[in-house]
Nanobody, 125 residues
Framework: QVRLVESGGGLVQAGGSLRLSCRAS????????MGWFRQAPGKEREFVSS????????NYADSVKGRFTISRDSAKDTVDLQMNTLEHEDTGVYYC??????????????????WGQGTQVTVSS
């Protein structure tokens, strides 16, 4: 069993930055691919970014490429999302996800094994 806890959300003006962090508890964190998703009000949850279990490959949604950076620190059992040049459209609840057995994060979401409770990001225009 893995528990994911997000932190770092808040209110920021457009053009500003935030850094989200997801801390994982569980013995096999290092074998999990990790990712971030978000859900805006009235919209479906969407993929934001993912990172493989050993951190050698990252993936980003087109809407955040060049602005967001995902990273992981296995020593701390964390995966971070650095968000720069934030836009109003980035507003939403951001969720951390994990997938077991070395499989890549499912960008559709359904096949991921664990989810955090989410952290709110609000970007004022």
């Amino acid at each position: 069993q893995v528990r994911l806890v997000e932190s770092g959300g808040g209110l920021v003006q457009a053009g500003g930055s935030l850094r989200l962090s997801c801390r994982a508890s569980g013995r096999t964190y290092s074998t999990y691919a990790m990712g971030w998703f978000r859900q805006a009000p009235g919209k479906e949850r969407e993929f934001v970014s993912s990172i493989t279990r050993n951190g050698d490959t990252t993936n980003y949604a087109d809407s955040v490429k060049g602005r967001f950076t995902i990273s992981r620190d296995s020593a701390k059992d964390t995966v971070d999302l650095q968000m720069n040049t934030l836009e109003h459209e980035d507003t939403g609840v951001y969720y951390c996800a994990a997938r077991r057995f070395g499989q890549a994060i499912d960008i559709g979401g359904a096949s991921n094994d664990y989810w955090g409770q989410g952290t709110q990001v609000t970007v004022s225009s």
